[in-house]
């Protein structure tokens, strides 16, 4: 998992999370506890295919208080209905989503989660 920051007032705040595109189950799930790098804006470059994830595509996992999912149909029927192909999902490397969505999602601080000074 990779984290991207914004600086403000001189503290970082997390931006977006990158995870890795699994593509295997109709839900695939992903820990907010799993060890995280922190992106740099010289990190992204062309070869980083990924795809935005939107809070309405994401859930909690009823038995596991630490995962969230991705829904992949929903995804998919997002990609649709934006005129893209909905195989577009299996090209790409990473799911992105807005930290604060996933903080939604999971009820719980990121900023305090991810704190690096």
């Not at 990190?43 to 996992?61: A, C, K, W």
């Not at 807005?98 to 903080?103: G, H, K, R, Y």
Request: overall charge negative.
């Amino acid at each position: 998992m990779w984290i991207y920051f914004d600086e403000l007032d001189g503290y970082l705040h997390p931006k977006w999370m990158f995870v890795q595109a699994y593509t295997a189950d109709a839900v695939v799930f992903y820990s907010i506890n799993q060890p995280f790098e922190r992106l740099l804006p010289e990190d992204f470059h062309d070869d980083i295919h990924s795809l935005s994830v939107d809070i309405s595509e994401m859930v909690r996992h009823s038995e596991k208080p630490d995962k969230f999912g991705i829904h992949l149909e929903k995804v998919q029927e997002r990609l649709q209905k934006d005129g893209l192909h909905p195989d577009h999902i299996f090209e790409v490397d990473y799911f992105i989503m807005l930290c604060e969505d996933v903080a939604e999602i999971m009820a719980v601080d990121l900023k305090s989660k991810f704190n690096t000074k």
